[in-house]
């Protein structure tokens, strides 16, 4: 299987018209089909491109490739908001995303750091890149455990695919799974040329099927907002919402905020882990 990370727009314009069927766009969804969904030539017609074109796209042969052309086809495709997003990242790669590869090691500001300390009532940690794990609040040690994991393993897809305890900690583990590699897979577009991030896609390749399987299937996702469920070993059931927020100045470090809804017995467990948790900050 293809676990690359770079020049991967083939695979993802593949992935995507495998996806849209003839009758969803006003063509003859009868005849046989040796690829499903629409073929290279359908997709050049609804976009208003050369099918040659199209096919030097999707071979990656396109570097001047015009934002009206990506956006026809982000519209031929239904793609969304981060998809089209991902779509331009992928087709016109830069220097300065290539240059990511020699990149110095991720640090966080020491006024991060101190917004993450003020930071008592919910738990909280900064992710970098390849989701790696940077800094953590007292609660957010508590609810996950960042502490007790070795320094070169403090990295959610490595927590979600590879520690035998993840299944258990999250109650939905498959939605937790689709969308950490689906984020994963918008860092990597992002950083084609990563020798870190290829490292950790192929060994996450290697240890679980189900990676291989979803890294496979080229969704992208921004981590933005959601709910997450986790089964805490001393507490009990915790239903959080989470928001994350870009640290100024740092484009590839998010601030994430598990925010217990008040008055819910996931608050009142998270009280009283907090009274239990004396972690310092890391």
Same mark, same amino acid.
């Given at each position: 299987m293809d676990i690359s990370i770079g020049r991967d727009l083939g695979d993802f314009l593949r992935s995507r018209r495998a996806r849209i069927q003839p009758e969803e766009v006003g063509l003859p969804g009868h005849g046989r089909r040796r690829v499903p969904g629409l073929r290279r030539e359908e997709?050049?017609?609804?976009?208003?491109?050369?099918?040659?074109?199209?096919?030097?796209?999707?071979?990656?042969?396109?570097?001047?490739?015009?934002d009206a052309v990506l956006d026809a086809i982000g519209r031929v495709l239904r793609l969304d908001d981060t998809e089209q997003d991902?779509?331009?990242?992928? &087709?016109?790669?830069?220097?300065?995303? #290539?240059?990511? @590869? %020699?990149?110095? !090691?991720q640090k966080v500001r020491p006024g991060l750091r101190l917004l993450l300390d003020t930071i008592d009532r919910a738990p909280a940690f900064v992710l970098g890149r390849r989701m790696d794990v940077l800094a953590w609040n007292d609660l957010g040690d508590a609810v996950v455990g960042f502490s007790r994991m070795p320094p070169q393993e403090r990295n959610m897809p490595r927590q979600v695919f590879l520690d035998?305890?993840?299944?258990?900690?999250?109650?939905?583990?498959?939605?937790?799974? &689709?969308?950490?590699?689906?984020?994963? #897979?918008?860092? @990597? %577009?992002?950083? !084609?040329?990563?020798k870190q991030l290829a490292t950790l896609v192929g060994e996450l390749s290697l240890g679980s099927e189900?990676?291989?399987?979803?890294?496979a299937d080229h969704q992208v996702k921004a981590k933005a907002q959601g709910t997450k469920r986790m089964r805490h070993p001393v507490v009990?059931?915790?239903?959080?919402?989470?928001?994350?927020?870009?640290?100024?100045?740092?484009?590839?470090?998010?601030?994430?905020?598990?925010?217990?809804?008040?008055?819910?017995q996931t608050e009142e467990r998270l009280r009283l882990l907090a009274s239990w948790t004396a972690t310092p900050a890391v």
């Open positions: 997709v050049a017609q609804l976009a208003g491109v050369s099918v040659d074109y199209y096919i030097r796209l999707e071979q990656g042969r396109g570097p001047s490739v015009s991902y779509l331009r990242t992928v &087709a016109r790669p830069t220097r300065r995303r #290539r240059s990511a @590869a %020699g990149a110095a !090691p035998p305890q993840a299944r258990e900690l999250y109650p939905d583990w498959p939605a937790v799974a &689709a969308e950490t590699v689906a984020y994963l #897979r918008l860092d @990597a %577009g992002s950083h !084609p040329q990563d189900d990676f291989r399987r979803l890294w009990g059931e915790l239903t959080m919402p989470y928001e994350t927020l870009t640290a100024s100045g740092e484009p590839d470090q998010m601030l994430v905020v598990y925010t217990p809804e008040p008055g819910t």
